[in-house]
């Protein structure tokens, strides 16, 4: 719109159009009523709360100053399309699988709360007996029935309980480690890592912000403390006089690609095409990867639901045979 002549407060006030929800709605508002009373954009979004995220605002304020916000936009509206792609991508490696599940267990519970308990009825008014197994399984869905409340209640706790264990720094750097040693897991992780470092760079650097500043700005949309923590090390180390290839080494995350090129372009003076060219480089790898896992999940999670269908289809199947037995 800005490209098009159209002015800033105009712009605002057709992207308040736009939207329905009311959160997203009354930011913009609030942003295009103070634009309008002659105030900048990042000061604008500053105000508003948990809506704008501190990178855009950072950014935005480097357009504002140098007079080039069509250009960082245009940037910044390329680096979230790629985050969002890249999550986008995520969820569908985890869509089917759960869908899967959702399916099976909504089999299951059919099939133990409706057909196994007439099988069981019939074998007792024949005076058969009921087949461990078969007992087994209605007793955990009987369980299941009677106390669901109960589990529901116990299970959400956990989970809460579990999310806060999670956010303590100690816990934080055992669950780092352990993704850093398993083995395929490791390398979608720290391409994920690099990626984020790579986008990041790129658009701030060609914003103008130099080197030092742009990592340090980057250490915080790291969505791990570990790894905010490197960085952050990683930016006292260049103020104290230390090369780029040789800070980010620091990071621990010996990717040769990465670490190499990084090395080039810092010897070649180019290091805004460099994280331009990782940045492009690393988006395809993670695609691929996310494919290839999607791939191997899907079987995986068939085989082993197919199991736990299975168990349950011998648990209905079992009184059949015993009437036969009996019958006989």
Known sequence: MLNTG????????????????????VALK???????????IHESMKKVKNIFPQFMIETVKIGEEAGR???????????????????????????????????????MIYLMTKIIPQFVDIILSAGGEVPILTKAVIYSCEFLRHHYMKIC??????????????????????SESIKMKIPYLRKIYINLIIFKICSSMSILMKSGINIVKALRITGGL??????????????????????????LNRLQINDSIFLSLIKTGEAAGEMEEIFSSLEEL????????????TKVIEPVVIIFLSLFVGIFVIAALMPIFSIMDTTL
Request: charged letters at 30%; glycine letters at 2%; one cysteine or more.
């Open 6 to 25: 159209i002015p800033l407060f105009k712009a605002f006030e057709i992207l308040e159009t736009q939207y329905n929800k009311s959160r997203l709605k």
């Open 30 to 40: 609030t942003v295009k009523e103070d634009v309008i009373k002659g105030n900048s």
């Open 69 to 107: 916000l069509e250009e960082i936009l245009k940037r910044l509206s390329s680096y979230y399309e790629k985050q969002y792609n890249i999550m986008a991508a995520v969820k569908n490696a985890l869509t089917y699988p759960l869908l899967i599940l959702i399916t099976s267990i909504i089999v």
């Open 153 to 174: 209640i116990v299970s959400i706790l956990a989970a809460i309980l579990l999310y806060k264990f999670s956010k303590n720094d100690k816990v934080e750097k055992v």
């Open 222 to 247: 790291l969505e791990s403390k570990v790894m905010t923590e490197r960085v952050e090390q990683c930016v006292r180390c260049m103020e104290q006089g230390e090369g780029i290839y040789s800070a």
């Open 282 to 293: 690393f988006e395809n790898d993670i695609n691929r990867c996310f494919k290839r896992l």
